[in-house]
């Protein structure tokens, strides 16, 4: 097992689930005992100062982690932040799984669908802001 293998996303100022920059100053508030992070892959989600350190030495394989981020990625999408705790996450670690490309391709019409502004409206994809 390699130690610290994923970042921890105050120090490091970077998604744990999905590696993208979380700028402290920029995309990180405290809400009570809780910091909430917005990740621009990931959402927005509420973490617990006890899972920002643990989460790191979670020993999960890159499909495993990648699972997790999508997962999180639905959760993210309601009205309120989600709240991760220990038992939030480790639910999530144990249930989460990659989709079958039919689900892929769903989710990706409602996504397109979403940025569309009318019929016919045409949308420019970038890895950089637009990548799962
Ligand atoms: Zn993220």
Redesign the pocket.
């Known amino acids: 097992m390699v130690e610290n293998k994923r970042p921890n996303m105050v120090a490091d100022q970077k998604?744990t689930?999905?590696l993208?920059p979380v700028d402290r100053a920029e995309s990180q508030a405290r809400y009570g005992d809780l910091v909430e992070v917005r990740?621009p892959?990931?959402g927005t989600y509420r973490i617990t100062g006890t899972m920002i350190a643990v989460l790191p030495h979670w020993d999960l394989s890159d499909a495993q982690w990648a699972a997790v981020?999508y997962d999180l990625r639905k959760m993210t999408s309601r009205a309120e932040p989600p709240r991760l705790d220990r038992d939030v996450l480790e639910a999530l670690r144990d249930t989460a799984r990659l989709p079958y490309p039919n689900q892929i391709l769903d989710d990706f019409i409602v996504w397109a669908g979403s940025q569309s502004r009318w019929p016919g409206d045409t949308l420019e994809i970038m890895p950089e802001r637009h990548r799962t």
């Open positions: 998604c689930f999905c993208s990740c892959c990931s981020a």
